[in-house]
Nanobody, 123 residues
Framework: QVQLVESGGGLVQAGGSLRLSCEASARTFSYYGVGWFRQAPGKEREFVAA????????INADSVKGRFTISRDNAKRTVYLQMDSLKAEDTAVYYC????????????????WGQGTQVTVSS
């Protein structure tokens, strides 16, 4: 069982930055790929970014390429999502999720989920 806790959400103006954190309880955290997903009101959950257990491989959604950066610190059992040049359309609840070994961009492939953190971007 892996527990995930997100933090770092908040209210920011368009063009600003936020850094989300996802802290995991798993002792073998480096074996788990982690993804970030988001869900805006009335919309389906969508993929944002993912990172492999070692951090060597990342995947990013086209909508955030060049603006968001995913990284991890396995010693701290934490994955980060640095969000720059934020836009109003980035407003959503952001979730981190984990799965054993390989990463994908499909929410259904991830087994463990955090409770989410709200990001609101004012225009």
């Amino acid at each position: 069982q892996v527990q995930l806790v997100e933090s770092g959400g908040g209210l920011v103006q368009a063009g600003g930055s936020l850094r989300l954190s996802c802290e995991a309880s798993a002792r073998t955290f480096s074996y788990y790929g982690v993804g970030w997903f988001r869900q805006a009101p009335g919309k389906e959950r969508e993929f944002v970014a993912a990172i492999s257990g070692s951090g060597a491989r990342t995947i990013n959604a086209d909508s955030v390429k060049g603006r968001f950066t995913i990284s991890r610190d396995n010693a701290k059992r934490t994955v980060y999502l640095q969000m720059d040049s934020l836009k109003a359309e980035d407003t959503a609840v952001y979730y981190c999720a984990a799965k054993f070994t390989t990463i994908t961009n499909m929410a259904g492939d991830y087994v463990y989920w955090g409770q989410g953190t709200q990001v609101t971007v004012s225009s």
